[in-house]
Structure formats: C-alpha cells, structure tokens
T-cell receptor, first 114, second 112 residues
Framework: KAGVTQTPRYLIKTRGQQVTLSCSPI?????VSWYQQTPGQGLQFLFE???????NKGNFPGRFSGRQFSNSRSEMNVSTLELGDSALYLC?????????????FGPGTRLTVT | GQSLEQPSEVTAVEGAIVQINCTYQ??????LSWYQQHDGGAPTFLSY????GLEETGRFSSFLSRSDSYGYLLLQELQMKDSASYFC?????????????FGKGTRLHILP
C-alpha cells in the first residue's frame, strides 16, 4: 500500500506571496491532518479534515486554510506569506473515527520564505 | 492550558536502556502516543497507551499512568539507528474541539 505523499517537497517563496501544498493520504484513509514543524516549536497542529469537512482547527491565523476533496486528497493554502511561515509542513492520514492517535505522516514540504 | 513536557535531549550508550518521560496537562484525554522522527524524515508511529500500564513492542515499551498524567517510552538494547527525535502526543478535546497535541520532542543521542 502506498504511503502518504506530499507535493512539492521543497518550495521557495517570497514574502507576501501565497502557496498551496498538496497531500495524498493512504488509500482508504479519510482523515488528513496538517502540521507545521519548526525547530523551536516542534509539531503544531494546523487542522484536520474528515470526509471533506474541517473537523478541527489549531491556533493559526486565517491566512492558513485547507480543504479536502472527495477522494480524500487535501490541500493547504497559506496566503500573504511571512518570514515566520518558513517551516516543514507535514500532513498525516489516518482511518479516522477513532481516538487512537495512530497517524501516518508524509515526507513533508519544506517551505522557505525569503 | 494544554501542554506536554518532555526532556529536550537524552544521551545513552549503545546497548543500554533509556527512558524518555512525558508529562501532560490537558482538559480531556484519549490516550498517549509516541512517534519517532529521524533527521530529514517523517514522524513514524511507535506506540499508543489508552489505559494504565506497560505496552511492549519489541525493543520499545511505553508506559502510562493516567492518575499522574505521566508516561514514558523505554528503549532497550539501544542501537545507533535509534538516534532520532521522539515525540509524545495526546488527543485532547476542549469545547468540542478535538485535536492531537505533540510535545516538542526529545533528541536521543547514542554513543558507541
């Protein structure tokens, strides 16, 4: 079974631009969560989608948004990029509908904002 | 507030045993998980404890005490490939807002 894939793997953007990241979950997984990882803050939860609906949201500004499609693929968008948005963005998929925290992570997208 | 505390770094010798602790403060609680992340890699799931006690998976064991809001990951027969960062995580529910919260990670250094 193929793992979680994320595209692109690396991205360089300029402050003020916007960016869209893509995540394809493991086949059959209906839940996709997004995380921002930085050296100082660790893994911070952005949002979770389940069956095309945003189920939960972390404490990030409205510049961060996402969506999920009917095939469970998900995208996240960051508008008006700031230098502090430079980070590794990870998505994780799970079957959903369970409190077990087992998630399968993709390799991440390394975003650099200059 | 919601928080997970774990040591930032731990050093151990190859072949030895090491314990990585995690204390949590959450409004709700639905189990404690552990993830491993090698440099440049993605986090991978190691274990999950919903009930008190010890769960063993090969060289790795994880323990939970809900009354103490505390858990640990135990790694035995350490190998150089175990050098990585280890994260504890909990699923918390506050005001119907359900999310997984991660600790900031423990960097495990293994000496030959």
């Amino acid at each position: 079974k193929a793992g979680v894939t994320q595209t692109p793997r690396y991205l360089i953007k300029t402050r003020g631009q916007q960016v869209t990241l893509s995540c394809s979950p493991i086949s059959g997984h209906r839940s996709v969560s997004w995380y921002q990882q930085t050296p100082g803050q660790g893994l911070q939860f952005l949002f979770e989608y389940f069956s095309e609906t945003q189920r939960n949201k972390g404490n990030f500004p409205g510049r961060f948004s996402g969506r999920q499609f009917s095939n469970s693929r998900s995208e996240m968008n960051v508008s008006t990029l700031e230098l502090g948005d430079s980070a590794l963005y990870l998505c994780a998929s799970s079957l959903g509908g369970t409190v077990k925290n087992e998630q399968y992570f993709g390799p991440g997208t390394r975003l650099t904002v200059t | 507030g919601q928080s997970l505390e774990q040591p930032s770094e731990v050093t151990a010798v190859e072949g030895a045993i090491v314990q990585i602790n995690c204390t949590y403060q959450t409004s709700g609680f639905y189990g404690l998980s552990w993830y491993q992340q090698h440099d440049g890699g993605a986090p991978t799931f190691l274990s999950y404890n919903a009930l008190d006690g010890l769960e063993e998976t090969g060289r790795f064991s994880s323990f939970l005490s809900r009354s103490d809001s505390y858990g640990y990951l135990l790694l035995q027969e350490l190998q150089m490939k175990d050098s990585a960062s280890y994260f504890c995580a909990v699923r918390d529910t506050v005001n119907r807002d359900d999310k997984i919260i991660f600790g900031k990670g423990t960097r495990l250094h293994i000496l030959p």
